[in-house]
């Protein structure tokens, strides 16, 4: 009789937890007022000069991003509006979020039993898939950038259950994506400190100058004049502009000081018109140092413009500055107004530029007894 060879050993390998653990934020893109245009440092990503913003909160103008972690993914993944983006964990900016935020990401612990489910090691092992939708037009000058950046770091703060070490640390990671991303973090009027005291730029951050509370009478008006996507990328146009410009470099050293303190003191004071004047005076200069760049770079087109000549018609018709128009990277308008005069200018629009009215706005304006007439110029 044989003996059977004795059964092999086995080993039951119990695989680490297959579970995915999502997030699901939102962030509204920003409009500068004072504009950022030109890198400082371009592997930590800051700027020449400070700049200063609005964030359009209460618009639907946003990204809508839902980071997830799980031990069974294979690698690093974004999906931005529906398609994958190739390559993306290899992309700068893309690690430089992810990274940062994981870096400071906490223990997930279990609210009843107060175990560890998800140790800061274990999040150190786990790859990431990223879906993006921005709800308005990406790459047209209307700051998808920040909006998008800025809705990744707050997805993955809240995915990784990540802690600040210094105020402003989240911003300065945001900033690593897209610099005007870091002014999106925070509502109402916020600032991004140029920074550079500090060797590795930490001093480089946004920080909100009045809350969303501060001047609830303040309006934006987005007059979306193409939603195509921009021949120059803002991260291109900029680095030109710092090679070649001069204006650029004045403008930086000169004059943006100046315009943060006057912003800076209309917006405590809410004084629209020292606001508007300033908004509208930095926004022409950024578009001269674009068109000051060799070869020139063309944001505006003839309607952006025409959307100038329009609202200083308008003011010189009050006797006040009643609208300001500001113009990012791309030719679509975005005009802030006061509440009481939302009406009068909609309805100037709309005379100016009928084709492109929607039923709403219509409705809006004609419902008030202000007659488009009153309006005669
Ligand atoms: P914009 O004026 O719209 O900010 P930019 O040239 O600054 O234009 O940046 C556009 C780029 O920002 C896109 O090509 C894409 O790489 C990135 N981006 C836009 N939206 C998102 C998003 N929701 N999530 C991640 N990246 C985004
Ligand atoms: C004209 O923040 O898009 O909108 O840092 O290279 O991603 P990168 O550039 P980005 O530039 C914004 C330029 C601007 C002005 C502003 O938002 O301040
Ligand atoms: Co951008």
Redesign the pocket.
């Known amino acids: 009789m044989t003996v059977p060879p004795p059964p092999p050993k086995i080993t039951v390998v119990v695989p680490k937890s297959a579970a995915i653990h999502s997030a699901t934020v939102s962030a509204p893109t920003n409009i500068?007022c004072i504009?950022?245009?030109g890198k400082a440092n371009t592997h930590y990503?800051t700027p020449i000069n400070s700049?200063l913003?609005v964030s359009l909160d209460q618009c639907d103008l946003r990204a809508v991003t839902t980071a997830s972690a799980s031990s069974s993914f294979d690698r690093d993944r974004l999906w931005l509006n529906g398609s994958e983006v190739l390559d993306v964990s290899t992309s700068k900016r893309f690690r430089a979020c992810v990274d940062g935020v994981r870096a400071l990401a906490t223990d997930k612990i279990d609210p009843n039993t107060n175990q560890v489910l998800v140790s800061k090691a274990d999040w150190e092992g786990m790859h990431v898939h990223i879906a993006s939708y921005n709800t308005f037009p990406t790459a047209a000058g209307l700051?998808s950038?920040?909006a998008g950046y800025a809705a990744l770091v707050a997805a993955l703060v809240q995915l990784f259950g990540a802690k600040e070490s210094y105020p402003g640390e989240f911003t300065a990671i945001a900033r690593q994506g897209?610099?005007?991303?870091c002014r999106s973090l925070y509502g109402g009027f916020v600032a991004w400190r140029a920074g550079g005291a500090k060797a590795d730029w930490s001093d480089s951050i946004a920080e909100q100058v009045a809350d969303e509370s501060h001047w609830p009478e303040i309006r934006a008006v987005i007059l979306v004049v193409s939603d195509a996507k921009k021949e120059t990328s803002?991260?291109d146009g900029?680095s030109t502009s710092v090679n070649t410009s001069e204006l650029l470099a004045f403008r930086a050293k000169e004059v943006v000081p100046k315009r943060m303190q006057i912003i800076e003191k209309a917006i405590k004071a809410k004084d629209f018109d020292a606001f508007g004047k300033v908004t509208m005076m930095d926004s022409n200069q950024?578009h001269a140092t674009c068109l000051d760049t060799y070869p020139p770079i063309f944001y505006m087109n003839d309607v952006s413009r025409s959307v100038v000549q329009m609202i200083h018609k308008y003011n010189e018709w009050a006797g006040e500055i009643r609208a300001a128009y500001t113009f990012?990277?791309g030719p679509n308008a975005v005009l802030y107004t006061l509440d009481k005069h939302v009406v009068e200018l909609l309805a100037l629009v709309l005379k100016y530029y009928p084709a492109k009215s929607n039923d709403f706005v219509e409705e809006y304006v004609s419902s008030e007894s202000l007659a488009k007439e009153a309006l005669a110029f």
């Open positions: 500068a504009k950022y245009w990503n700049s913003s700051a950038s920040a897209s610099g005007s991303a803002s991260t900029m950024f990012d990277a």
